[in-house]
């Protein structure tokens, strides 16, 4: 509930004139929606922008706090829905940059490994078994 609620506030905040009822009812172009969409994404959804954050001498916690989980939250978000429609391309490609995001901090080696050995099973695995992995329902129900 927290990411829809972060990404409306952000177009509440992003949209001409901070009103986001106003400015709904004003839109002619999918292009006016397109460009709030890429400046919000651009500089509150992107580890860049947190990392700049962090750099100032005005560090602002809080928001960089919020700009992490956004991107770790969207990145949640491609993962499930690429699990509902079957995409295992955009499965495989979440593991792999999760892999990198815990060898990477150092602390949780064990996690890396784990998805190291998850992506190559996926990546030996035949094609025609990740049918019935997708299509087959799990033990637990």
């Known amino acids: ?31 006016e929606v397109k460009h709030v969409a890429r400046k919000i ?9 947190a990392a700049q954050l962090c750099c100032r001498t005005e560090h602002d916690v809080p928001l960089e706090n919020i700009i992490l989980f956004l991107c770790d ?24 940059h999760w892999m990198v995001m815990f060898h990477g901090t150092g602390k949780m080696p064990k996690y890396a490994d784990a998805f190291f050995a998850t992506v190559m099973d996926l990546k030996t695995m035949k094609p025609n078994l990740w049918y019935l ?6 033990p637990e129900g």
């Open 1 to 31: 509930m927290a990411l829809p609620a972060h990404i409306l506030d952000a177009y509440r905040i992003y949209c001409p004139n901070n009103d986001l009822s106003r400015w709904v009812s004003s839109i002619t172009r999918f292009g």
């Open 41 to 49: 994404f651009t500089e509150l959804c992107s580890v860049c922008q």
């Open 73 to 96: 939250a969207l990145i949640l978000c491609a993962y499930t829905a690429a699990i509902k429609r079957g995409d295992i391309g955009t499965v495989l490609n979440v593991i792999a």
């Open 133 to 138: 992995i997708l299509i087959l329902p799990s």
